[in-house]
Nanobody
Framework: QVHLVESGGGLVQPGESLALSCAASGSISSMNTMGWYRQAPGKARELVASISNYGTTNYADSVKGRFTISRGSAKNTLLRMDSLKPEDTAVYYC?????????WGKGTLVTVSS
């Protein structure tokens, strides 16, 4: 069983920064990809950023240059979000592709508002 726990969400003003962290527990392969997705009200869940075990990163066009994904180990990842915009408001979910299976965290709410 794999569990993902996100932390770091909250309310910030436009232009401010926020960092989200995700910790995985359970039987975790060293060869996995971790990522962050988000879902805004009334919209589909979308990929924000992902990082492979090799450190290869992938970003949505809407966050390139503002968000940075990193990982300290096979079991945790950090999403640094700078220059936040109101349109970044969403529930952010951590995801891991582990042995070909996808697991999700429960999500953390990020609200960007003045």
């Amino acid at each position: 069983q794999v569990h993902l726990v996100e932390s770091g969400g909250g309310l910030v003003q436009p232009g401010e920064s926020l960092a989200l962290s995700c910790a995985a527990s359970g039987s975790i392969s060293s060869m996995n990809t971790m990522g962050w997705y988000r879902q805004a009200p009334g919209k589909a869940r979308e990929l924000v950023a992902s990082i492979s075990n090799y450190g290869t990163t992938n970003y949505a066009d809407s966050v390139k240059g503002r968000f940075t994904i990193s990982r300290g180990s096979a079991k945790n990842t950090l999403l640094r979000m700078d220059s936040l915009k109101p349109e970044d408001t969403a529930v952010y979910y951590c995801n891991i592709d582990n042995y070909g299976l996808n697991y999700w965290g429960k999500g953390t709410l990020v609200t960007v508002s003045s």
